[in-house]
């Protein structure tokens, strides 16, 4: 509650600098303004009198809490334009690589389950093969210990995917540059409905400097790397002229624990781990 009367100052903040006439929720794209392009992060839009309209991606937190700034999945953003351009057979070659060191080693499996056919992907889907999802409950029911190793290796060859791309001599710079303008959610000033990120602590709501967008231009060189002793967390350093550094913090994990209800947390995840931005320091 005291987040959403921040949010709610903020907007009123807003209103004494220039009129707003309408304030939307846009989740979805039925519900947006007309003008707001489809596929727009903004939670909520802020129409002015002079019919300008302002995005706002609403988090909220801790003074010292790192909230994603961009949550996607890690199939879903292979498929993006700034991948596929690079590197078309990337989710494949994740698909190819998951089976061989970790899937293939799910116990009891027959051998009619095989890396061709494990899991089927098509355009925005995915379909694991009925017998794997079967072994893969049996071995969380009665062989845990081996079930969360596997979830761990799972992780790291996700994480290791896309410090490869990142790292790569001959296009990781430019793909790197390329996916924060495109799927980072960063604000953009000369958007033709500019984003700005707001986030809430407790009853106090401020916009979110924009530093990597400001940053990005000067970027010459990338690192990707892991973080020492984590499962699922990994960095992206942005390199400048003079030894200037932007570190992204990056995150990929389960967005749910495995259940048998819903065998979609963790192994049953397949190529679709979550992938986040949390911030830059």
């Known amino acids: 509650m005291n987040n959403a009367i921040a949010i709610h100052k903020f907007i009123l ?13 846009g989740p979805t794209n039925k519900s947006k303004p007309a003008g707001v392009p ?12 002079d019919k300008s309209i ?14 994603p700034k961009m949550n996607s999945y890690v199939g879903s953003s292979l498929r993006k334009p700034c991948f596929t351009d690079y590197f078309p057979k990337a989710l494949p070659q994740l698909k190819d690589e998951l089976w061989d060191k970790v899937y293939s ?15 089927t992907l098509t355009t925005n889907r995915q379909t694991p093969h009925p017998i794997l999802k079967e072994k893969v409950l049996l071995m969380f029911k009665y062989q845990n210990r081996m079930f969360e190793e596997l979830y761990k290796e799972m992780n790291l060859v996700c994480r ?3 410090i490869s791309m990142i790292n790569n001599n001959t296009y990781g710079l430019n793909l790197t540059k390329r996916w924060i303008m495109e799927e980072f959610n ?16 407790g009853i106090k709501a401020e916009a979110q ?24 967390e990994w960095f992206i350093d942005l390199m ?3 030894n200037h550094k932007l570190t992204l913090l990056m995150t990929i994990r389960s967005d749910s624990e495995y259940r048998e209800q819903k065998q979609k947390g963790k192994l049953g995840a397949y190529t679709m781990l979550k992938l986040l931005y949390r911030g830059a320091k």
């Open 209 to 232: 400097l924009a530093s990597v967008k400001d940053f990005l231009p000067a970027v010459s060189k990338v690192k990707a790397y892991l973080k020492i002793n984590s499962v699922q």
């Open 105 to 119: 080693k799910v116990p009891n499996l027959p051998k009619e389950v095989t890396k061709q056919n494990y899991l």
């Open 186 to 201: 960063l604000p953009k000033d000369n958007a033709e409905v500019p984003l700005v990120l707001v986030k809430a602590v």
């Open 160 to 162: 290791n995917k896309f």
């Open 13 to 25: 903040d807003q209103n004494k600098d220039k009129k707003i006439v309408e304030t939307r929720w």
């Open 54 to 67: 302002l995005g706002v991606s609403l988090k909220a937190g801790t003074e010292k809490s790192k909230e």
């Open 38 to 49: 489809g596929g727009h992060p903004g939670d909520i839009f802020l129409t002015y009198f």
């Open 240 to 242: 400048g002229d003079n």
